[in-house]
């Protein structure tokens, strides 16, 4: 069944703004990594979804297909960011089925809750490799693409055609500390400083590569095992946050679209936090 629009991409975008352009998501059949792709779809882009579970991924394909008709949204289920090799022969096809790639969203993430008692080497290391080697693996697999699609859209500053950009999905955790997700702060670390080196480094040819960051989104895999703690049980879940409620996916696709479109064509190497100012409240989740 196809989602309306207004729940997932604000009224302010203008259809076409990605006309035959192509995003590469991972972790593209999660819940906020979906609404991303969903909202470029929508714009104009086709897309390639990569995932673990091959039915759920596909699945989601299909859904965000939805967003607009006549739109080439391609499911690769099977692939794990710790092994480049998976990555790079989904990139193989997602070029060869849809031309090229325009725009990266590395957004696959592993996560529980665990003190640091609780982990062992092998679980620390797990998230590690997911999130962070996992990011630097989809950059890796993508950046020939990425260098073909900005020199094909150079970054003039008035070009109304964008290309050669990178998003990585990141956490709030390691600004602060956080209780029961060190290895997570830890993993998220290391993504923001690869997407700001990768700013600097690849800048110089067209490509922008930044961070988005999302707090507490309503419907999400990560409020789900992070939000039903304490702070749920007592009520005071969202009283941390200063703007009284969570996030939606909405404000993440719109995050997403901005970066990618030429209103964020001098943003790089950037974080931007949409959180409704939650990480500067002190308190765990
Ligand atoms: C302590 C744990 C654990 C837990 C697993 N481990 N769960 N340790 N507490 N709750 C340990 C295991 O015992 C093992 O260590 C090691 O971690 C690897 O576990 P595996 O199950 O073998 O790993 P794997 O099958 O690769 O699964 C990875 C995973 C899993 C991260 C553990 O949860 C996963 O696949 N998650 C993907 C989906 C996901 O997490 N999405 C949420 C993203 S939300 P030993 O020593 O026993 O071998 C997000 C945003 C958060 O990231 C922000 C919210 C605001």
Known sequence: ?????????????????????????????GTICSAQVRALVHLGANACIIGRNVEKTETMAKSIATARPGAKVIGIGAVDVRKIESLEAAVERCVKELGGIDYVIAGAAGNFISPISGLSANAFKTVL???????????????????ISAAKNPNTGTNPSTGGRIIFVSATFHFTGM???????????????????????????????????????????????????????TGTAF???????????????DGTVYLFSD???????????????????????
């Open 129 to 147: 490799d997911i999130d962070t080697i996992g990011s630097f693996n989809t950059l890796k697999a993508t950046l020939p693409q990425l260098i």
């Open 239 to 253: 009283k941390k946050v200063p703007l009284q409620r969570y996030g939606t996916v909405k404000e993440i696709a």
């Open 179 to 233: 209780p029961l997700q060190a290895h997570v702060a830890v993993a998220k670390a290391g993504v923001d400083a690869l997407s700001a080196t990768t700013a600097i480094e690849y800048g110089p040819r067209g490509i922008t590569s930044n961070v988005i960051t999302p707090g507490p989104i309503m419907g999400t895999e990560g409020m789900a095992r992070l939000g039903s703690r304490e702070a749920e049980k």
């Open 1 to 29: 069944m196809a989602i309306p629009r207004s729940e997932y991409l604000s009224a302010v975008w203008r259809d076409g703004i990605f006309d035959n352009k192509v995003v590469f998501c991972t972790g593209g059949a």
């Open 263 to 285: 209103a964020g064509n001098f943003v790089n190497g950037e974080v931007l936090v949409i959180d409704g100012g939650d990480w500067r409240t002190p308190g765990s989740p």
